[in-house]
């Protein structure tokens, strides 16, 4: 939805505007005459479709595939593995995948193995482990809030200032 701008009416010689409310420019703003709504299950729906997508181009790398990592079709044409999803090596999907269950506005940076954890149960594909292990690794968030595991010991004598400093 838009709000519209009301114009100015034109002003004619024998015209008087006293019935035009005009709004100014400044009470109108792209950012908030259109308003998005963002909620986990719609972005998951949305991926879901796009990761069914990608598997319709790989046919025949699925069918490589399904014997050596263990994947069915189910419902005849989406494959899986267990109840996961695969998801193809292409256009950032994994990432997509990743992101939100790692780091999208409702997860909360979980580390590598319980973020693994959440995925495990939706979606799947081959050495996701190094996958998700890099992309924690790149993680922005995570480097800044990484808890020190080697502090830093206090010195073993007071450092005191020397006379002639
Ligand atoms: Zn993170």
């Not at 996961?84 to 940076?109: P, Q, Y």
């Amino acid at each position: 939805m838009r709000i519209q701008k009301k114009k100015k009416k034109k002003e004619g010689p024998n015209e008087i505007n006293e019935d035009v409310t005009v709004w100014l420019d400044q009470y109108f703003c792209d950012q908030h005459t259109s308003i998005h709504v963002f909620d986990m299950d719609s972005i998951g729906d949305n991926l879901d479709s796009r990761v069914k997508l990608a598997q319709y181009q790989e046919q025949s790398k699925l069918k490589q595939w399904a014997p050596v990592h263990n994947l069915s079709l189910l419902d005849s044409t989406h494959w899986y593995h267990g109840m996961a999803l695969v998801v193809m090596a292409d256009n950032d999907l994994r990432r997509e995948v990743t992101s939100l269950f790692h780091d999208h506005k409702t997860a909360g940076h979980a580390r590598i193995t319980k973020t693994l954890q959440l995925i495990l149960p939706y979606y799947w594909w081959p050495r996701m482990k190094i996958f998700v292990t890099e992309y924690i690794k790149g993680c922005a968030t995570c480097q800044m809030t990484k808890v020190n595991t080697h502090p830093t010991h206090p010195p073993m004598f007071p450092i005191t200032p020397t006379e002639n400093a």
